[in-house]
């Protein structure tokens, strides 16, 4: 870990934190070497995380003061857990109630939120180094453990810090990755817990099938305390119900779709959106009787109350799903989604591809001309759309792009457009994750986990923009782009833009794709 001089308190601020915090990333070269010996970073972290809490003078017993509700799955769980935080912040508006989430989209301290609201930079900064400079002061107990945990170890120590210094009245905690072997899952006894659908997604991690993945996230399951899940396929269904018996959960509870949900207009966008309402609308329930003081299974919620509607209504998740105009060039309007598996790009693409989304209004098919390449300089056309995409190393650009657009041919038949899935998009454009056309990363964006290589010569970009011409084989070669930053694809979008009234542009593929968008175009006022 390199060496960082320590400040007086005073005059330590939020950046001062951020390269602190930066300091605890796994760099590239660490992740190839264990890829290359086949082995796990953190083959049992558990063990190590209740020393860390230990250091910073608290037990894990500590914890159940924070009455957590926790919630885990492949997809899902981060709109659950917004869900379950308006919710409650309607229900109950005196309280305070913590909100833990990862990963952030533009700031870090999204990840740690009171009142539906992030920390402030004072606020965050003060807590990074009461628990950094604790950890300094009291050394590792066991030989071979680190004198620093890694970066999302030490958010999920702070966001607990945070939440017990301010006395929170609850606590939505969402695991970082699987569940059982997860930092978050020090917690003796939650209030409930709860599983969002299972995907494959981390199965270098967690398994390569939707049993071993239930295996890893049914590790969430606590003795005495009740344990939900939406529907499930049969096989992680199995798996769940045996690990709530196994644990000697409370009860176990399959949450289905709720009857009449559909009819409220719930503030997270897509389809998908109704299950993990469901999830949250009977997780928020059983937590509330838990709270008033009930030791007895309450029945399943039939008939939302008000103040569970207006928790519905107005609960917020960002990058998701969402539409945003940009407030600065009036013709462009952002679709960002941070889908990364083929299940949540089913979903991104379902709600996309959609009459009052993004096939509002179609593209002139004069944008191409007849020898089969764009061309911006003509006249100008009505609207046009364009793709923004990326995917971190480990998923296939191929698979995620086959899946967007076969779930794309689907949609247009059912839809009787007269489009076709080949002219979905006018232009697409693949960059990496990198923030800044001068090669910089906003602090909070910083990725160590990208090699120098990987920011130069741009090798999954190409082989994602080769997969899209397998894929899409009479697209114009001069309407696929490949850039090296953010900054880069935002500048040619407002390049289009020029010769358009209309530009429509999806963002998808990564959640730190859909974060840099909405830092390097300016749309954080009206997009967080």
């Known amino acids: 870990m390199p060496s960082l001089h320590p400040k007086p308190m005073a005059t330590r601020n939020y950046q001062d934190a951020i390269e602190h915090l930066n300091t605890l990333q796994t760099s590239a070269d660490t992740l190839e070497a264990a890829k290359a ?6 083959p049992n972290p558990i063990p190590k995380m209740i020393e860390f809490l230990e250091r910073i003078g608290y037990t894990c017993e500590d914890l159940d003061e924070l009455n957590v509700i926790h919630v885990t799955g492949t997809k899902g769980k981060g709109s659950t857990c917004a869900f379950i935080d308006s919710i409650v912040r309607h229900v109950r508006p005196n ?37 950094w400079d604790r950890l300094q002061q009291n050394g590792p107990r066991t030989p071979e453990f680190p004198v620093m945990p890694s970066y999302f170890r030490y958010l999920t120590l702070m966001a607990f810090h945070t939440f017990l210094a301010e006395g929170v009245n609850a606590t939505i905690l969402e695991v970082g990755v699987g569940g059982e072997s997860d930092s978050t899952n020090i917690v003796p006894r939650p209030i409930v817990t709860g599983i969002a659908a299972l995907g494959l997604d981390h199965t270098s991690v967690l398994g390569k099938t939707i049993a071993a993945i239930a295996e890893k996230k049914g590790g969430i399951y ?20 045996e690990k ?48 008033d003081g009930s030791h007895y299974r309450p029945e399943p919620l039939s008939h939302l109350p008000a103040s569970f509607i207006s928790g519905l209504e107005n609960a917020k998740w960002p990058g998701r799903c969402q539409t945003v105009s940009d407030p600065k060039y009036k013709s462009i ?19 996309f591809v959609d009459p009052r989304v993004g096939l509002r209004s179609s593209p002139t098919s004069a944008g191409i001309v007849a020898n089969g390449t764009s061309d911006l300089t003509a006249e100008k056309f009505r609207c046009t759309r364009v793709l923004i995409f990326n995917c971190t190393k480990g998923r296939s650009g191929l698979e995620l792009l086959g899946t967007m657009l076969e779930e794309t041919q689907k949609l247009l038949l059912q839809y009787k457009s007269t489009e076709h899935v080949e002219n979905l998009f006018q232009q697409v454009i693949f960059c990496s994750n990198v923030t800044y056309a001068d090669g910089r990363f906003k602090g909070d964006l910083t990725s160590r986990a990208m090699s120098a290589d990987a920011r130069t010569d741009l090798k999954a970009q190409y082989e994602l923009a080769d997969a899209w011409s397998q894929l899409v084989i009479a697209f114009p ?29 999806l963002v998808t593929g990564s959640l730190h794709l859909a974060g840099g968008v909405i830092e390097v175009a300016e749309l954080s006022s009206v997009a967080l």
Request: charged share 15%; glycine share 6%; hydrophobic share 45%.
């Open 37 to 42: 010996a086949r082995s796990r970073l953190n």
């Open 95 to 131: 309280w305070k109630i913590g909100l833990y989430t990862s990963p952030h989209l533009v700031a870090v301290r999204e990840r740690i939120r009171i009142g539906g609201v992030p920390l402030s930079e004072d606020v965050f900064t003060r807590y990074f180094f009461e628990v």
């Open 222 to 241: 606590k003795n005495g305390v009740p344990a939900l899940s939406v529907s499930q396929p049969e096989e992680g269904m199995i798996v769940l119900k």
């Open 244 to 291: 709530a018996k196994a644990s000697q959960a409370s009860y176990f509870m399959e949450v289905p779709i709720l009857p009449g949900i559909e009819n409220v207009t719930l503030g997270l966008a897509g389809e998908h959106q109704l299950q993990n309402a469901s999830l949250a609308v009977q997780m928020a329930n059983i937590f509330l009787h838990s709270m």
């Open 333 to 351: 309007t952002w679709y960002l989604d941070g889908a990364h598996t083929a299940e949540s790009v089913l979903c991104c693409t379902r709600w």
């Open 477 to 505: 070669t001069d309407s696929i782009h490949v850039v090296p930053s953010i900054e880069h694809a935002v500048q040619t979008v407002r390049g289009i833009s020029e010769a358009f009234d209309m530009v429509s542009v």
